[in-house]
């Protein structure tokens, strides 16, 4: 396992260190920072989705906190440090490594990994310490049984079945106004996320009088996605919905390019809202629809893009990392009202809004935030919310110009 600590927390601890030296007892018994610590996959299948959303903004918020003088705990201003392993996207490394920032490490913080089933393996050791446990890469339909479980937890995505009806919904209407007729191919990635959503979207499809000519899942390892095209293209839809993850994401489009693959709706899920998408498939990638969306014409968003690409030299993704550091912020604000207790800053996230770069932020009684955006399109360069119909959202583009050779 290996172990990653920013040069800031060397720095600021050597500086602490010699400080105290020279410092009365009761100076150095008290608290001078406050340890942020982490497991995600900086290796291994999940790393690319990692890597986009969430330990950038974990980097951020830390150095944005750090720069604005630190959290004010107790009437003192303490900066941040961070400790980090690389869970080399396996739930069992993840465990091990959470469980190391809670029993040696003494972590003040413990921020989550990244992915659905690596959420669910870690929950129980959140919850043992106490700790909030502030997820953006976790949709699942059972974050209500998780959360009355294990009530720290907070989800900053929704459910599946949320995902699936919105985008159902915006097939209905489409249908409805004789825009594509009713044959939908699903295929999915057969990891926690993908098996989730595509059974939520099978149940809205069916419900809303859909007909599911092509179904068909792959393993996450796939490295030619040619066969399921090929059978999803031979069934003839309008619409192709694919529950996938960044690597799949981008070959299901690469390989439906290649073939002249040119449904009327063509929506993937993880990776769809990265950079990377557009900078691969440039112009072509406007029509493609995804999961989540935003609106980024605020002054708040725009600050923060600049914020990220300053330290990151790349800019964050179009759904993800907006709600991460969203829901950082709140976690900071919740903890300069209570202090770094556990149980009081669980209370106050539940019932508190917060000021964040997405507006308010307020979770619902599930530990759910409340509103957001659940499908987005690539439209002139950058990824909208388009469902559902609230201010801010972009009218839907149907059909998705033909892919270019």
Same mark, same amino acid.
């Given at each position: 396992?290996?172990?990653?600590?920013?040069?800031?927390?060397?720095?600021?601890?050597?500086?602490?260190?010699?400080?105290?030296?020279?410092?009365?007892?009761?100076?150095?018994?008290?608290?001078?920072?406050?340890?942020?610590?982490?497991?995600?996959?900086?290796?291994?299948?999940?790393?690319?989705?990692?890597?986009?959303?969430?330990?950038?903004?974990?980097?951020?918020?830390?150095?944005?906190?750090?720069?604005?003088?630190?959290?004010?705990?107790?009437?003192?201003?303490?900066?941040?440090?961070?400790?980090?392993?690389?869970?080399?996207?396996?739930?069992?490394?993840?465990?091990?490594?959470?469980?190391?920032?809670?029993?040696?490490?003494?972590?003040?913080?413990?921020?989550?990994?990244?992915?659905?089933?690596?959420?669910?393996?870690?929950?129980?050791?959140?919850?043992?310490?106490?700790?909030?446990?502030? +997820?953006?890469?976790?949709?699942? #339909? /059972?974050? &209500?049984? $998780?959360?009355?479980?294990?009530?720290?937890?907070?989800? =900053?995505? !929704?459910?599946?079945?949320?995902?699936?009806?919105?985008?159902?919904?915006?097939?209905?209407?489409?249908? +409805?106004?004789?825009?594509?007729? #009713? /044959?939908? &191919?699903? $295929?999915?990635?057969?990891?926690?996320?993908?098996?989730? =959503?595509? !059974?939520?979207?099978?149940?809205?499809?069916?419900?809303?009088?859909?007909?599911?000519?092509?179904?068909?899942?792959?393993?996450?390892?796939?490295?030619?996605?040619?066969? $399921?095209?090929?059978?999803?293209?031979?069934?003839?839809?309008?619409?192709?919905?694919?529950?996938?993850?960044?690597?799949?994401?981008?070959?299901?489009?690469?390989?439906?390019?290649?073939?002249?693959?040119?449904?009327?709706?063509?929506?993937?899920?993880?990776?769809?809202?990265?950079?990377?998408?557009?900078?691969?498939?440039?112009?072509?990638?406007?029509?493609?629809?995804?999961?989540?969306?935003?609106?980024?014409?605020?002054?708040?968003?725009?600050?923060?893009?600049?914020?990220?690409?300053?330290?990151?030299?790349?800019?964050?993704?179009?759904?993800?990392?907006?709600?991460?550091?969203?829901?950082?912020?709140?976690?900071?604000?919740?903890?300069?009202?209570?202090?770094l207790n556990n149980a009081e800053i669980v209370k106050q996230l539940r019932g508190t809004?917060?000021?964040?770069?997405?507006?308010?932020?307020?979770?619902?009684?599930?530990?759910?935030?409340?509103?957001?955006?659940?499908?987005?399109?690539?439209?002139?360069?950058?990824?909208?919310?388009?469902?559902?119909?609230?201010?801010?959202?972009?009218?839907?583009?149907?059909?998705?110009?033909?892919?270019?050779?």
């Amino acid at each position: 396992m290996s172990q990653g600590i920013s040069r800031r927390r060397l720095v600021g601890t050597l500086g602490a260190g010699t400080a105290a030296l020279a410092a009365p007892a009761w100076v150095r018994a008290q608290r001078t920072s406050i340890k942020v610590g982490w497991a995600i996959s900086k290796t291994g299948p999940f790393a690319g989705g990692a890597s986009v959303t969430q330990w950038p903004n974990y980097l951020l918020w830390i150095k944005d906190v750090n720069e604005a003088g630190g959290l004010s705990v107790d009437g003192r201003k303490l900066m941040l440090e961070h400790i980090e392993y690389d869970d080399r996207s396996q739930s069992e490394e993840a465990v091990r490594a959470c469980e190391r920032l809670v029993s040696q490490d003494k972590v003040d913080i413990m921020l989550p990994p990244w992915g659905t089933g690596q959420n669910l393996a870690v929950a129980p050791i959140f919850a043992r310490g106490g700790f909030p446990m502030m +997820t953006c890469s976790m949709a699942s #339909d /059972r974050i &209500a049984e $998780v959360v009355k479980r294990w009530p720290n937890v907070f989800s =900053l995505l !929704n459910t599946s079945t949320v995902y699936a009806e919105a985008v159902v919904a915006v097939l209905s209407k489409a249908r +409805t106004a004789g825009l594509i007729n #009713d /044959r939908v &191919a699903v $295929v999915h990635a057969t990891e926690q996320f993908g098996i989730e =959503l595509a !059974n939520a979207a099978r149940k809205a499809l069916k419900a809303a009088n859909f007909n599911l000519v092509y179904d068909a899942g792959y393993p996450m390892s796939t490295q030619d996605l040619t066969p $399921v095209i090929s059978e999803a293209q031979r069934a003839n839809p309008d619409v192709f919905m694919g529950f996938s993850y960044p690597p799949d994401t981008i070959a299901l489009a690469e390989t439906s390019r290649v073939r002249g693959f040119n449904p009327k709706v063509f929506y993937t899920a993880v990776g769809t809202f990265f950079p990377m998408y557009k900078q691969r498939f440039g112009e072509a990638a406007n029509g493609v629809m995804g999961i989540g969306g935003w609106n980024p014409d605020s002054d708040a968003l725009k600050a923060y893009i600049q914020r990220h690409v300053a330290m990151h030299k790349r800019e964050p993704d179009r759904w993800g990392s907006s709600l991460m550091y969203a829901g950082l912020q709140a976690m900071g604000q919740a903890i300069e009202k209570v202090g770094l207790n556990n149980a009081e800053i669980v209370k106050q996230l539940r019932g508190t809004s917060f000021d964040t770069v997405l507006g308010k932020l307020e979770f619902d009684s599930n530990n759910i935030r409340k509103g957001g955006w659940f499908v987005g399109q690539w439209q002139d360069g950058d990824f909208y919310g388009i469902a559902p119909d609230q201010p801010g959202a972009h009218k839907t583009v149907i059909p998705k110009p033909a892919w270019k050779a």
